[in-house]
């Protein structure tokens, strides 16, 4: 909008106003109250299950599945194989006549559902799972063959009697097998390096699907979103070729059968040390002396607990190094980085285990206590990948940028391995809410060595993320927040999922609701949910129960919709044409979406004054008049002058008073 100048006078003051031509004249035809204030449809209703508080109601229930896993690494073949006991506990009122398991290797399969829905289809596969056998052992110890029947990357387990609800168990015995993919894998794959071959192991055993309150079996199958799980406690070994290290989720239970006496000294080392010990040096990885023996195999035994998955890498090439992350009320945890000799050095691997230290540290200080006695940082080629107590990230990574997939992979303990919401239709609630607490550890690590944050997930563009997300919000082809995760191209996958979602809680923090009144509810949020399976409603219901606002125009515009902002000023006047009483400024919504806004006075002395326009302003207005009381003749006045708003057209957001 082209401005154009417009003379203006009061009394003996003549004021030239730089203002949008249409402005003054008319509404804007996009805003509507009604519209913007509607009652808010939650997706998910309040139940006994779920309160209208956002907590877990007086009847919230939630299945649990413990695990106990046997499995054999062969390097040459590639095969993993392996034998699992489920122990499943039915704490759902419902008895289940089936039981539903995810087979998400089945991904990789030329046939698979998820292969149709990329950007191009896939050129390399495996065969998927190879189901050997399926049996189910009663309360009583009876074990029994049973019928399965596999579709995609799910399988259904036919019970011979139904598992009673409140609390009925049983023990279910899979026997499988599968090829591990290559580097097109993703999430999971084999890869190459100088000392061999880098094993990243995850989805790796035929996991339970949640049956919960929402839809019962949440069978979606596995497309390319990621993943929701119930809780449990792991016992899981790995047989590899004894020159192989092996680095799991949770704890390792025999250190004295895998690893050298030195090793184990230096561990006992790094678990009192807040500067990074060495392991296992580059100098070692090819020296037959690093391993407790030569030939034949070694059984490497782990134990995690109150977790919803586990994931394990696997290398020859492995250079390892240590040290303590303290945590808060005087614990501590240990914090291990395993990669190649490729990867070493103090501008790249050589400082991972400082970033993820000091990630861990901060998150555990700020929201909620890092749980696990271990975490790991893997490098491989799957680029940036989650899981409980560990991640997989780029051997490649430097300096900043291997601070930031560190900080952001680690992050993801807290959502939604802690806070376990259902990634394969929300992936906002972990992307989103773990972009959005890495945007304050960027800011926190090393005093702000690589801060602000501008990266793949968060104003990419290097710039203010106001300005950029408004871009964003501007496409129209762009899917909204609240849309399965699945239904989200590629292509809007960061902007939206990561940036949108992140951007959106920071200026609930910063602008709508202030840190002093949502930091304690956000840490509440948490540690409420965690380990449980929170929907959006909840986090939308908690949120304004914990913090005393009403937030429904927010979610509806932001969340549910992709409205853009525009907020204008539209005249200057002196009250009653004497500056000494104060001034009037004329401001406008001219776009559908709300938000609260700082109007700036500047006066021709160079002071200013601030005053705060808040969202209920627009309940009942599309343009309305803000007294300002001051003495001085006025320069100029503006709205959101620090840009912190996604005001997609600034031009009508200042007036230059002459």
Known sequence: MTPSTARVLFGSVLLWLAMPVTAATADSAAFNPQQ????????????????ASGKPGPAYW???????????????????GGSEVISYTNNSPDALDVLWLQLDQNRYRKDARGAFTGDKFPTEFTDGYRIASVAVEDAHGRKQAVKWVVSDTRMQVRLPDALPGHGGKLRLHVTWSFTVPGEFGGRMDVNASKNGEIFEIAQWYPRMAVYDDLRGWDTAPYLNSEFYLEYGDFDYSVTVPSNM?????????????????????????????????????????VQPSSRPKAGGTLTWHFRMQN???????????????AARINLPEGKTALAMSVYPVESAGPQAWGRATEFLKASTEYFSRQWYPYPWPVAINEAGTAGGMEYPGITFDSKRAKGKSLHMVIAHE?????????VGSNERRDAWMDEGFNTFIDVYEDDAFNHGEYAPKRDSEYAPGGGNPADEIAKVMLDTDAPPLLIGADMVPEKYRHPITYFKAAFGMVLLREQIIGPERFDPAFRRYIATWA????????????????????LGWFWCGWFQHNWTLDLAVQKVAY????????????????????????????????????????WETWQQHRHYVVHVDGTRQVSSVSIDPDHALPDHDRSNNSLQVK
């Open 36 to 51: 913007a204030f509607a009652p808010f449809d939650y997706p998910q209703p309040a139940t006994a299950y779920r309160s």
């Open 62 to 80: 939630q299945n649990r599945a413990d695990y106990h896993i046997t499995a054999t690494l062969d390097p040459a073949s590639r095969e993993l």
């Open 245 to 285: 290290i092996v680095v799991g989720s949770g704890e390792l239970l025999n250190p004295e059968d895998v690893l050298t006496a030195t090793q184990q000294k230096r561990l006992a080392q790094a678990r009192h040390s807040d500067k990074t010990v060495m392991i296992r040096t580059a100098a070692e990885v």
């Open 307 to 321: 977790t919803r998955d586990v994931a394990f890498g696997a290398s020859a090439a492995y250079v390892w190094d």
């Open 410 to 418: 680690i992050g993801h303990i807290w959502f939604p391995m802690i």
């Open 531 to 550: 380990y449980k399976h929170p929907s959006p409603s909840d986090f939308f219901r908690f949120m304004e129960s914990e913090t005393g606002e009403d």
């Open 575 to 614: 009250t009653d044409g004497d500056y000494r009483k104060g001034v009037d400024v004329t401001i406008a919504n001219l776009d559908r979406l709300v938000l609260p806004a700082t109007l700036d006075v500047v006066y021709d002395d160079g002071s200013k004054q601030q005053v705060r326009v808040p």
